[in-house]
């Protein structure tokens, strides 16, 4: 997707900056990487050693920062606004973007109820607002607003950066559809086999039939040209040779029979 491409390059653009910097200098740039219109991942840069040894000093509240951004919610970030630093409007804006993001994840149906609440919003015009201006046109979902179901179906949502160890999760539930992938295909097969025994049976079956009806047609045919003789002799008619030899046979012993012996 565009939205991705276009990411990469600033991911990339980060990442080379933050490895030249330390301290005092790489807050700034949190700061930018957080607040960017066009970044929604972030852990990459988080695996930056220099932004790692942030850790422990008096600037490790940035790293949780960034760290919110990369998994965390508005809601979050509400729960423990006493523990990180203020942050400014645009930032607001990029945490309420993800936020709508990670409820993609979940459903593809979102209640407009669901995100006044998790988005912290008045009211339902300045939540379509918020999902067509800052959502939708900036290709991070597609979907349809149901102004009158109050709901947003969801068509499309950019990936967020996995949870740690949510990777594995990932690769067990791959695993499972692939097996049942596999077994559907079994199944698959095994019906079409049945279909294509079914299909020759049928085939037999209908030149068997094919076979009986032309000789129903025979019989017929040759017992209205008979004038009434039953089928038997009908059979007889069709098997003729050895009936008429039977016949003459017959007629010769009988012959020789009504000779008189000769003194």
Known sequence: MEIE?????????????????????????IVQVTSHSSLFA???????????????????????????????TWSDYKSNASLLPP?????????KQLTVLS????????????????????NVRELEDFL???????????GK????????????AAGRDLRPGQLGNIIQTLDDWLNTTDNVLLTIEEKIKWADKKCALNTIHQKQKAVKDKVDEVKKSLFNRQGGRDFQALDD????ET???????????RTKRRRSPIY
């Open 243 to 253: 009936a008429g030899l039977m016949d003459y046979e017959e007629d010769r012993t």
């Open 42 to 72: 972030f852990s990459e840069i988080l695996a930056v050693p220099s932004v790692l040894e942030l850790q422990g000093t008096d600037y490790a509240v940035y790293i949780d920062l960034l760290r919110l951004f990369a998994h965390g």
């Open 87 to 95: 942050l400014t409007p645009d930032q607001i804006t990029k945490l």
């Open 237 to 240: 008619v069709l098997f003729g």
């Open 5 to 29: 491409q276009k990411q990469a390059q600033v991911i990339e653009h980060f990442v080379k900056q933050a490895s030249t910097l330390q301290g005092s200098s790489l807050v700034s740039l």
């Open 132 to 142: 067509i201006n800052e959502c939708m046109y900036a290709g991070i979902v597609k």
């Open 145 to 156: 607003l149901d102004h009158l179901r109050r709901s947003f179906e969801v068509q499309f």
């Open 103 to 122: 409820l993609a994840e979940i459903n593809k149906v979102l209640s407009y109820d669901q995100l006044l609440e998790q988005l912290d919003l008045s």
